[in-house]
C-alpha cells in the first residue's frame, strides 16, 4: 500500500546536526512533492519545506533558511530532511508527507500521506 | 511567520453537531483552498477535508468544511466518541510560498 516509513528517533547534543530519512513506497515517487513538518510538544504543526521530487526543485520556510537541506534519492524512492545547528528548541517530532496537489512550486497544504513521524531528542 | 487561528478546546456530547471555526488572511484562506486534519494522540495527522469542503476516500460525510473570505470552518455532525481528538486547520499561504497551520482545536465528547 500507499506508505512514507521515516528513520527512527534520535537523541543529539546541542550545536549537532540530524539527518531523517522517509522511504515512499506504493506510489512513483517522483510523481509527487514531499513536504517536512515538525510538531514540538504540545505545539501546532509547522512548514519547514517541500522538494520537487521529480525535479528536485526545493523551498524552505524562512524561518529555517540556512539550517534545513532536503534532498531525495529517486534510486531508493527515499527524501532526507537535514536541519543543523540543534537547540533544545528544535524538540520535536518530525513528518515528512506526501503533496498530490503540488504544481508549479504551488500547493494547497493538503498532504494526503503522512510519514510515522520521528522524534529528535536535543539535550546536553 | 503567518499562522490560522482556532479555538484552543471544543465540546459536544454523542450525536450532536459541532463546528471549529479557523480564521487567517488575505495571504492564506483568502486566497487559497483550506484543508483539514485530524490527530489522534500519538499519531501523525489525517487529512479529513481537503479544497475547502471534498472528502478523502474513506472519511465518513458527518465531516463537512466550509470557507468565506478568509475563515472556515469544519462541521462535524452525528458526534461519536472516536471523533475526540485534536483537529487542525492549514492553508496555502503565498507569502511563505508554504502551509500555514492552526494552533489546533481539541474535541472532547462528553
Known amino acids: 500500500q500507499v506508505q512514507l516509513v521515516q528513520s527512527g528517533a534520535e537523541v543529539k547534543k546541542p550545536g549537532a546536526s540530524v539527518k531523517v530519512s522517509c522511504k515512499a513506497s506504493?506510489?512513483?515517487?517522483?510523481?509527487?512533492?514531499m513536504h517536512w513538518v515538525r510538531q514540538a510538544p504540545g505545539q501546532r504543526l509547522e512548514w519547514m519545506g517541500w522538494?520537487?521530487?521529480?525535479?528536485?526543485?526545493?523551498k524552505y520556510s524562512q524561518k529555517f533558511q540556512g539550517r534545513v537541506t532536503i534532498t531525495r534519492d529517486t534510486s531508493a524512492s527515499t527524501g532526507y530532511m537535514e536541519l543543523s545547528s540543534l537547540t533544545s528548541e528544535d524538540t520535536a517530532v518530525y513528518y515528512c508527507?506526501?503533496?498530490?496537489?503540488?504544481?508549479?512550486?504551488?500547493?494547497?497544504?493538503?498532504?494526503?500521506?503522512w510519514g510515522q513521524g520521528t522524534m529528535v531528542t536535543v539535550s546536553s | 511567520q503567518s499562522v490560522l487561528t482556532q479555538p484552543p478546546s471544543a465540546s459536544g456530547t454523542p450525536g450532536q453537531r459541532v463546528t471549529i471555526s479557523c480564521s487567517g488572511s488575505?495571504?492564506?484562506?483568502?486566497?487559497?483552498?483550506v484543508c483539514w486534519y485530524q490527530q489522534l494522540p500519538g499519531t501523525a495527522p489525517k487529512l479529513l477535508i481537503y479544497?475547502?469542503?471534498q472528502r478523502p476516500s474513506g472519511v465518513p460525510d458527518r465531516f463537512s468544511g466550509s470557507k468565506s473570505g478568509t475563515s472556515a470552518s469544519l462541521a462535524i455532525s452525528g458526534l461519536r466518541s472516536e471523533d475526540e481528538a485534536d483537529y487542525y486547520c492549514?492553508?496555502?499561504?503565498?507569502?511563505?510560498?508554504?502551509?500555514?497551520f492552526g494552533g489546533g482545536t481539541k474535541l472532547t465528547v462528553l
Open positions: 479544497r475547502n469542503n
Open positions: 488575505s495571504s492564506n484562506i483568502g486566497s487559497n483552498y
Open positions: 522538494i520537487n521530487a521529480g525535479n528536485v526543485n526545493t
Open positions: 506504493g506510489y512513483t515517487f517522483t510523481s509527487y512533492a
Open positions: 492549514a492553508a496555502w499561504d503565498d507569502s511563505l510560498s508554504g502551509p500555514v
Open positions: 508527507a506526501r503533496d498530490p496537489f503540488h504544481r508549479g512550486g504551488s500547493g494547497t497544504g493538503a498532504f494526503d500521506i
